[in-house]
């Protein structure tokens, strides 16, 4: 199907642990990017990506790890998950660097 | 560098209109409207390119104040469907910020 899909959409982690969420987008857009949702902070930029093999940290990058080998895909890695790190992750993607954003459906991690 | 809404939260009755502001203390170069209802994702409703700029969807438009370094989105008859927070975003130097969201919900 046609869009941006995340995978998974419920995770549930140890503390510690690695975890890696998925996005993927079929529009061959070139700009992706990784949002976290927390009640009080609203959207904030974690990672992103102007194409393939590019990749530049946002405002919160601290714990992440982005890779971008293939123009649809952009996951992001939680190299060892913390409590703080409990979010809803939101990946979105954009053809142009002025045109809206498409978002996934977001994955809601919890980190115990 | 996250721009400011207000007011951060509104209750309308349908049919009544409603304003959200959006400003930074930075240089506004574009500003994105999305919203996002409860358990969804963000979604996009316009982009302000310019100064001056105005755009409408339905019954929702927005404008955009290049010196004041503001946008305001404008909801007029609101709907039950219109219910939901809105963000405003903003790009400010080679990076993108979500405002702090305003929750807007409509009552019959």
């Known amino acids: 199907d046609a869009g941006i899909t995340q995978s998974p959409r419920y995770k549930i982690t140890e503390t510690g642990r690695q975890v890696t969420l998925m996005c993927h987008q079929t529009w061959s857009h070139s700009y992706m990017f990784w949002y976290r949702q927390d009640l009080g902070h609203g959207l904030r930029l974690i990672y992103y990506s102007a194409a393939a093999d590019i990749t530049d940290k946002g405002e919160v990058p601290d714990g992440y790890v982005v890779s971008r080998s293939k123009t649809e895909n952009f996951p992001l890695t939680l190299e060892s998950a913390t409590r703080s790190q409990t979010s809803v992750y939101f990946c979105?993607?954009?053809?142009?660097?002025?045109?809206?954003?498409?978002f996934g459906s977001g994955t809601r991690l919890t980190v115990v | 560098q996250q721009p400011v809404q207000s007011p951060q939260a509104v209750i309308l009755r349908e049919g009544e209109d409603a304003v959200i502001n959006c400003s930074s203390s930075k240089a506004l170069y574009s500003v994105h409207w999305y919203r996002q209802k409860h358990g969804e994702a963000p979604v996009f409703l316009m982009i302000?390119?310019?100064?001056?700029e105005q755009k409408g969807h339905d019954k929702i438009s927005a404008s955009f104040n290049e010196k004041k370094q503001q946008s305001s989105l404008y909801l007029t008859a609101s709907q039950l469907s219109y219910s939901g927070t809105y963000f405003c975003?903003?790009?400010?130097?080679?990076?993108?910020?979500f405002g702090t969201g305003t929750s807007l919900t409509v009552i019959p």
């Open positions: 302000l390119l310019k100064g001056g």
């Open positions: 979105a993607s954009s053809g142009q660097v002025y045109y809206g954003y498409t």
């Open positions: 975003g903003t790009e400010v130097g080679n990076q993108f910020y």
